[in-house]
């Protein structure tokens, strides 16, 4: 169990996020090419998880590879046509154990075909065969860091393999749950069966000036499923009302919605793709580029720029201690009302304990009339039990249970 007194509990400073006039929030969609790359390589380190624990005497072995790219592609699309005339390109990289007493690993096998099988997942209109390239060079990991691994599977709980932090807060103000549901629900399996035509890369941003919310939307139509300007436009329409009924839904605000602004009034020349994602045709993607673990893009909030999908789920901080700090934070306000906000930050050390953290650091924002004291034992204990319990959490974030985008 950590020691207590390396947990601080400060009071906020300032007003809370959903009381500020101005508020940003973004979220980039599972077929942004950001998202996709993010979605393999966490994949990628589920799979090797698996796989080690199935081979090497129920144990996950040393790996990272988080490092990846989505190279676009060149494609033609007009209404009713679409054809890609130059493969998209998707490269994995990152370090694993390929060898454990004898056994060998494909580590490079494990990764292409755990491409191979979110793409098809994760994209209708994608010809995964024949339009798109896969490349894993994923190598053994640095002697040092291995060993490091492996002196820390001795231990009942592991030790940090990096000197770094994490950031979690929460509640999610209105204009986050609904740029988050937004996105969800734009690519839900409902409402493609729907609307058809709208495809899987999709951005929402959220502004909020004061009592009112724009949603900024950028949709890539599906060409062949639309067959001219006045359909595309009927479209826009249908999903603008669709869009602002769903979010007015969640909030008392006003919601604004736009939908590809970009595009000419009158012109053919709008959003339309062959396969409904924008890396098709020059949109690239990186690992780490996108939404943050709790699915957006906050820039209001405290953030950690850590690409957390693709790191082990044993000991890389970067993505044990970015998702622990989100559970912990919603812990802590779901449990205490009287919490209007908090805001969660850990930092461990390399070679140390990672229920141990050199500091773990809670901000709240207590509720007119609560007694910030009590709730700071309170807020204390509750990350207190959350460290106790770490080893159960790594196992559970190694099973996918948890999602790093």
């Given at each position: 169990?950590?020691?207590?007194?390396n947990i601080s509990v400060n009071k906020l400073n300032g007003i809370p996020v959903a009381e500020h006039s101005i508020e940003y929030v973004e979220r980039k969609g599972i077929g942004h090419p950001d998202s996709l790359i993010d979605g393999i390589v966490d994949a990628?380190?589920?799979?090797?998880?698996?796989?080690?624990?199935?081979?090497?005497?129920?144990?996950?072995?040393?790996?990272?590879?988080?490092?990846?790219l989505i190279i676009g592609g060149a494609s033609e699309a007009a209404f009713g046509y679409g054809k890609i005339t130059k493969k998209i390109e998707v490269i994995i990289t990152g370090r694993a154990t390929d060898r454990y007493k004898g056994v060998r690993i494909d580590?490079?096998?494990?990764?292409?075909?755990?491409?191979?099988?979110?793409?098809?997942?994760?994209?209708?209109?994608?010809?995964?065969?024949?339009?798109?390239?896969?490349?894993?060079?994923?190598?053994?990991?640095?002697?040092?860091?291995?060993?490091?691994?492996?002196?820390?599977?001795?231990?009942?709980?592991?030790?940090?393999?990096?000197?770094?932090?994490?950031?979690?807060?929460?509640?999610?103000?209105?204009?986050?749950?609904?740029?988050?549901?937004?996105?969800?629900?734009?690519?839900?399996?409902?409402?493609?069966?729907?609307?058809?035509?709208?495809?899987?890369?999709?951005?929402?941003?959220?502004?909020?000036?004061?009592?009112?919310?724009?949603?900024?939307?950028?949709?890539?139509?599906?060409?062949?499923?639309?067959?001219?300007?006045?359909?595309?436009?009927?479209?826009?329409?249908?999903?603008?009302?669709?869009?602002?009924?769903?979010?007015?839904?969640?909030?008392?605000?006003?919601?604004?919605?736009?939908?590809?602004?970009?595009?000419?009034?009158?012109?053919?020349?709008?959003?339309?793709?062959?396969?409904?994602?924008?890396?098709?045709?020059?949109?690239?993607?990186?690992?780490?580029?996108?939404?943050?673990?709790?699915?957006?893009?906050?820039?209001?909030?405290?953030?950690?720029?850590?690409?957390?999908?693709?790191?082990?789920?044993?000991?890389?901080?970067?993505?044990?201690?970015?998702?622990?700090?989100?559970?912990?934070?919603?812990?802590?306000?779901?449990?205490?009302?009287g919490i209007r906000e908090c805001n969660i930050a850990i930092m461990s050390q390399i070679g140390h304990r990672i229920d141990q953290p050199l500091n773990l650091n809670m901000e709240i924002s207590a509720a007119s009339g609560a007694n910030f004291n009590n709730l700071?034992?309170?807020?204390?204990?509750?990350?207190?039990?959350?460290?106790?319990?770490?080893?159960?959490?790594?196992?559970?974030?190694?099973?996918?249970?948890?999602?790093?985008?």
């Amino acid at each position: 169990m950590v020691k207590m007194s390396n947990i601080s509990v400060n009071k906020l400073n300032g007003i809370p996020v959903a009381e500020h006039s101005i508020e940003y929030v973004e979220r980039k969609g599972i077929g942004h090419p950001d998202s996709l790359i993010d979605g393999i390589v966490d994949a990628t380190s589920h799979a090797l998880s698996r796989e080690y624990l199935a081979r090497c005497d129920d144990t996950i072995l040393h790996h990272n590879v988080d490092k990846g790219l989505i190279i676009g592609g060149a494609s033609e699309a007009a209404f009713g046509y679409g054809k890609i005339t130059k493969k998209i390109e998707v490269i994995i990289t990152g370090r694993a154990t390929d060898r454990y007493k004898g056994v060998r690993i494909d580590v490079n096998g494990i990764a292409r075909e755990v491409a191979i099988k979110y793409l098809k997942e994760h994209s209708r209109f994608l010809d995964v065969k024949n339009e798109v390239v896969f490349v894993s060079k994923i190598a053994n990991g640095s002697a040092d860091l291995t060993d490091l691994f492996v002196r820390g599977s001795g231990h009942e709980v592991p030790l940090a393999n990096d000197t770094s932090f994490g950031i979690g807060f929460a509640p999610f103000t209105d204009t986050e749950r609904i740029v988050l549901e937004t996105e969800r629900y734009l690519n839900s399996r409902a409402y493609k069966q729907r609307m058809p035509s709208v495809g899987e890369d999709i951005k929402v941003m959220g502004l909020r000036n004061g009592d009112s919310i724009t949603l900024t939307i950028a949709i890539a139509f599906v060409a062949k499923l639309v067959k001219d300007l006045d359909q595309y436009v009927g479209y826009k329409e249908r999903i603008r009302r669709d869009v602002k009924r769903f979010a007015e839904r969640l909030t008392g605000r006003d919601v604004e919605v736009q939908i590809n602004t970009a595009d000419p009034e009158g012109s053919d020349a709008v959003y339309l793709t062959k396969t409904g994602l924008s890396c098709e045709a020059g949109d690239d993607g990186s690992v780490g580029r996108g939404n943050r673990v709790n699915g957006l893009i906050t820039p209001f909030r405290p953030m950690s720029l850590e690409a957390a999908a693709g790191k082990n789920p044993v000991s890389h901080i970067g993505k044990i201690y970015n998702l622990l700090a989100t559970e912990i934070a919603n812990d802590v306000v779901k449990q205490y009302p009287g919490i209007r906000e908090c805001n969660i930050a850990i930092m461990s050390q390399i070679g140390h304990r990672i229920d141990q953290p050199l500091n773990l650091n809670m901000e709240i924002s207590a509720a007119s009339g609560a007694n910030f004291n009590n709730l700071k034992g309170k807020a204390r204990y509750i990350a207190d039990s959350w460290l106790e319990r770490i080893g159960e959490f790594t196992m559970d974030i190694s099973l996918g249970k948890y999602k790093t985008f």
